[in-house]
């Protein structure tokens, strides 16, 4: 039917964008639109959970936790429930520490199961000659020498198969053994004070003097 004389007609608006979306197929930034949605609402799921976790952790260990489904499908937790009839949750019992029961070992406690220091060493070590060492020619005596830090007024005393060589304490690190018989021997040293005391003898080495060797 002709329009009426005075009146205009217009065509009808072109679809909108959304509309042709939703008849043609999707298009390859609406499906990484859609991911990213998808992606946004399960960083939303997480963040929930984390702030219920969180808020379930700082509730006191009395307090008790409820959990209901609203009329959208949504579930909640908390310490009040909207209504009655709602049970609460079973939570594990949560792990607590008491200082007044830990045990703090004492220094004393600590001392006695400390493994005890080794033995300070002896300030006095026989350098030459060497355990078992074997002397060919004693004739003109077998020398020894110490390895020592003297503190102010304290000597040497050096030893023969035990029996004391010099009378009387001397500074020198070094000595010697006149008239050694052939056989074992036993070369000793030791540190005394200025009063006589010992104060620390060094490990004795064994010795063994045989007669020279003749060349014919």
Do not use: C
């Not at 984390?50 to 959208?72: G, H, M, N, T």
């Not at 009839?85 to 830990?102: C, H, I, R």
């Not at 003109?140 to 010099?166: C, E, H, K, R, T």
């Amino acid at each position: 039917m002709p329009p009426e004389t005075g009146a205009f007609s217009f065509p009808p608006p072109p679809p909108q964008a959304g509309h042709l979306k939703m008849i043609g197929a999707l298009t390859p930034l609406d499906a990484v639109g859609l991911r990213h949605s998808a992606a946004r609402r399960y960083l939303r799921k997480m963040r929930l959970m984390l702030v219920l976790a969180l808020s379930l952790y700082l509730i006191p260990a009395r307090a008790e936790i409820f959990r209901w489904v609203d009329d959208k499908g949504v579930t909640h937790y908390g310490d009040k429930p909207p209504k009655d009839g709602v049970k609460p949750v079973e939570l594990p019992p949560l792990q607590t520490y008491n200082p007044s029961a830990a045990t703090v070992p004492s220094l004393a406690t600590k001392q006695l199961d400390a493994p005890a220091p080794p033995a300070s060493k002896s300030g006095i070590r026989i350098v030459s000659p060497a355990q078992d060492d074997t002397i060919r020619d004693a004739s003109a005596g077998i020398s020894m020498s110490v390895d020592v830090a003297l503190q102010p007024g304290q000597g040497l005393l050096y030893f023969l198969d035990g029996v004391q060589q010099n009378k009387l304490a001397t500074a020198s690190s070094a000595w010697l053994f006149e008239h050694v018989e052939r056989g074992e021997h036993q070369l000793g040293a030791a540190i005394v004070a200025a009063n006589g005391r010992e104060v620390v003898r060094a490990t004795p080495v064994t010795v063994h003097v045989k007669p020279p060797i003749v060349l014919r």
